[in-house]
Every structure is written in C-alpha cells, then in structure tokens.
C-alpha cells in the first residue's frame, strides 16, 4: 500500500510539473487544462493518431498539451537489475521490450508511436492487460520518439517546441542519482540540478542501497532529511 501510494505521489507530481510548464510557455491555459478532457460535446482525437501525425504535421496547442501529458504518463519501462530471471515479471518484460524494439526496426517505423498506431499487430490492443506484457517499449525508446516529434515539430513551424523548452520537457521525469553505491530518487530536474551544484538540498523520495546499507548521512548534504 505504501508503494502505492508513493507512485501515485509521484505520478501527480510529475503531471502537476508538465501542466505548470504547459502553462507557464502559453501552449494552454490552466481553465482549458482542467476542461481538457470533460468539456462536452469536445471529440477528441486518439492520442496514438496525435503521436503518429505529430511526424507529418504541426499539432494545434490541445493536441501537443495531450501530447506532452501522455508521454508523462506513458514513460516506458526501465529496469534497474541486471540478470533477471525469464521467468520473473521483471524478465517477462526485459523479454517483450527486446522483441518490440527488434520488431520497430525490421518493419522501418520511425518511433514507437507511428508503429502503434499503423502496424495490425498493436490494432487490437496498444496496452498490457491482464499480465500480458508484449506491449511493453522502452523508456529510451520514448524519450527519443518524444525528440523525434520534437525536431519535426520544430521543422513544421511550431511557435512552443524550441530548443529550450525541449531542455525542460525532457529533464521533467524522476531523476535517479547515484552517489556512494546508494541510488538518490529526486523529484525534478531543478533539484537534480541543485544537487549537482551543491546549492540546495534535496527533497529525498527514496533511497535504495546498492551493495550494504548506509546510516546517517553518507553524502555530505546538510540537514538531509530522508
């Protein structure tokens, strides 16, 4: 239940920063935001249709804020262990993501998006369901389809994506630091920032030990609070 709760923490978190850079470079307005996906008689596009187009035109600014929050919530899997079992969830996954990255390149598709969205395989279901994993992608696959879009969008004369707010779009998700054999989770690329420069201390998520255990303080951070 703690786990839980702790990635719903984040996941809110993560969707409040990309809503609030949404806002802040006037792509949408926090009124359009909160009625974004309940105002009547408003028929939205398939988001995979949005991620395939993205490739052939310039979005208008509904269909790049839904962009910019679906791939905040679709981050893609990244494992942390090494040598997983094929018979582990874990395994299973590392297993499906091999397989689809193989199969995106054999047919030529250019992201993982265009692929969803034009390949037979994935008309029937684009999500895992049901401990079905095959629908698992990589979440360096997505990172790159995301500057992939990014670079066309900019080709197609788009007045928000330019090269700084790519810089602070992609340095949105949960940053994992690792320092001393320990593995830090912070919440945001401000902060990673300032812990790199040694000029703020961070708001600690998590640690995880790699390799013994550590007490106290082993990072020389001041009034650090795990």
């Known amino acids: 239940a703690r786990g839980a709760r702790r990635r719903n923490r984040r996941h809110k978190h993560r969707l409040d920063r990309i809503k609030a850079l949404i ?12 009625s974004l996906y309940h105002a009547k008689g408003n028929i939205l596009m398939d988001i995979y249709q949005i991620r395939y187009e993205s490739l052939e035109r310039k979005l208008n600014n ?27 969830d874990e395994g299973k996954l590392l297993a499906a993501t091999a397989d689809n ?32 994993y095959s629908n698992t992608f990589l979440r360096s696959q997505l990172k790159e389809e995301i500057g992939i879009i990014f670079e066309k969008q900019k080709a197609f004369g788009s007045l928000y994506v330019t090269d700084a707010f790519s810089e602070k779009y992609l ?3 949960l ?8 593995i830090i989770i912070v919440r945001c690329a401000s902060v ?8 703020e201390n ?9 390799g013994g255990t550590s007490k106290g303080n082993p990072f020389g951070f001041p009034n650090m609070r795990p």
């Open 62 to 88: 509904e269909e790049l804020t839904r962009l910019l929050i679906h791939f905040a919530q679709r981050r893609g899997f990244k494992s942390n262990r090494k040598n997983e079992k094929k018979g582990s």
């Open 101 to 132: 990255e193989k199969y995106l390149k054999e047919k030529g598709y250019r992201t993982v998006g265009e692929m969803l969205w034009k390949d037979e395989r994935f008309a029937e279901n684009k999500r895992n369901k049901g401990g079905d």
């Open 175 to 182: 940053y994992k630091i690792e320092i001393s054999g320990i």
């Open 23 to 34: 806002q802040s470079e006037g792509i949408y307005t926090k009124e359009k935001l909160d």
């Open 171 to 173: 340095d949105f998700p």
């Open 202 to 210: 961070p708001r600690v998520i998590g640690s995880i030990p790699i």
């Open 192 to 199: 990673a920032q300032s812990v790199e420069q040694g000029t």
